[in-house]
DNA sequence: TTGAAAGCGCTAACAA
DNA sequence: TTGTTAGCGCTTTCAA
């Protein structure tokens, strides 16, 4: 039978067993200070026969520093967040640190709560995509305490951290004026907005900036956006029937815009049950180059945004900022790119 | 300008403003011990008034648990293993727990470093979907020191611990042999193996399953599977590309297994770019029910394995197990099952 | 090169 | 009800 909690050897341990004291041991053992070669040796010999392992969070205890960020976001499940996270392990890794995922579910509640969690393991810093833009005081009073924060992916103004995201006002004004270009005139987006699981209603820039640059295009195109074009939903099958209700109207839209990776799934799949063809009855087009966008017919002509190097430059720029952490708070505007495939027909 | 590092207040920064000792703070902060009433309010706002948040770094270091599970996984941006991961966190979460994950890429020394890393952290437990079922030495000396492991979607049965799973070998041949029922013969699955990021061939359970499954179920049907016929590929432009010649060949194949989601991907690819028609010229199935099965055309017929609840019931056992240490080592087999769609044809 | 001792922030046993 | 004390495993002065 195994032992019922793990006791790993310390540094005591080690150090008796080697007969040296417990400083030369530890010296020994981290590398630091000076050893004679010969102790040393036998330091190591006694820690492998022990199966010593360093205890970090002792460690972390004395030096303050524990080598692991926190990152809190709306949900790992969603394959942009996946992305984006493996983009900031893989770059936080290289420097030897490591990362604590909380899901917020878009709840700030959640947020709250895993916020207090992440400084209560007192990480050395935080990778965050908040989940509203109008309820952030938990952020600021961990900002204003000396908590490291980087905003990913969508950001609150008021709050004084680097930011790492895409432009996604101009990606969303550019891919729909591309389909105004093509001769369409009624384009409708499912509503770009965001419920937490805890019901309330969330402003998140990201979202807001698509519906912007969505309605920006339109306007400035002298394009009218009629009533119920952009119907309000989350989950995909919400979406679906949402737009399938759309596509029943009399003046249902030519082009449908899918903000994100759901929205696109929940569109498409209205655009099915209503036995409608892409693009020769209706254009759709959409934001996220997910995998499976190219395996649908026909392929899907999107937005893609770099959700690895979201995460890969967030954590560059932890990194950094840990090393400098008076130099001026920056925004770091990754690019966006229109890739264009055939769901898209012109209008004559 | 913020403070370099959080300087967070201590229990003395409270107990000295509330006018308390040290260990009247934490009762009072802590809710345990007694307290009187008035005390308790005083020390209470002192803390607030500081912004006191409880290091749990030095709780962990006396209790000698740090409410920290790690996860140890291939790549949380597949979305297979997201899924789970969102599983395992809210499962643990209920608990108030917290999951550290790393990804190892299917590599066994990614995997050793991980594991060291966070037993170094200390974490009460661990999730594993190990790398290779003849490399594990590691995982084995993590055990022998009395850490808590289990393993999910895989395992190596040499280690005795709990384990969650599907019956990969039974689903696939289950799937396998309705395809054959439907008439066909000449049915090809790209080789499930798996080569780390390390260059090294890795056994894994759940992949050599699901081959066995479909060498089983073909040869229990008296059909032989010619050569060439399980090209080998891991990623999905290797598959496309290794599926491509098949399908070039005179007696290509009337079917097509993909036995998780990068291989659908990488057979739609080559079927698209051959120009074949699903399922009129070819049928194809697969393993794994991703969002964007129901999205191509056709609709494709897969198995469906619950990932969230793999994650889930990992979870749950890990935290069961944490109670009763003692308890024999048990396997959870979660229930697999067959999603008939539209991309298979029966062959007359 | 080595050792002794202090201390990180907390919990927990024991006294008062 | 409150306070004193020790100690978790480590790093880090300071002395020897």
Redesign the interface.
Known sequence: ????????ASVSDVARKAGVSRATAARALGDYGSVSDSTKESVRKAAADL?Y??????R??VT?K?R?FGALVA?????FF??L??GF??GVRKEGY??????TDESVSSEVNAL??L????VDGLLVAPASADRYEHLQ?A??????IVQVDRFIPELETDVVVVDNYEASYLAVSRVINAGHTRIAAPLLRSTGADGHFNIVSTMDDRTRGYLNAMSDAGLEVPRGYQPPGRQ?SEVAQAVGGLLRRADRPTALFGADDTFM?GI??AV?SEKLGIPEDISVFGFDD???T????PPLSVISQPA?DLGLRSAQVLLQRLKS??AEAQSHILPTSWVERDSIAPIA
């Open positions: 039978m195994r032992p019922v909690s793990p006791s790993r199966g392992s360093p205890n970090s969070i002792a972390s205890m303050g524990t692991t949900d790992v499940a969603n394959p996946a992305k996270m493996r392990s893989d490591n990362v604590i995922l909380m899901n207090g969690v400084i209560g393991k007192r009073s900002l204003d305490h000396g908590q490291l995909r799934l498409i799949d099915r997910t995998e499976w190219t395996v649908v017919t690895y952490p008076y």
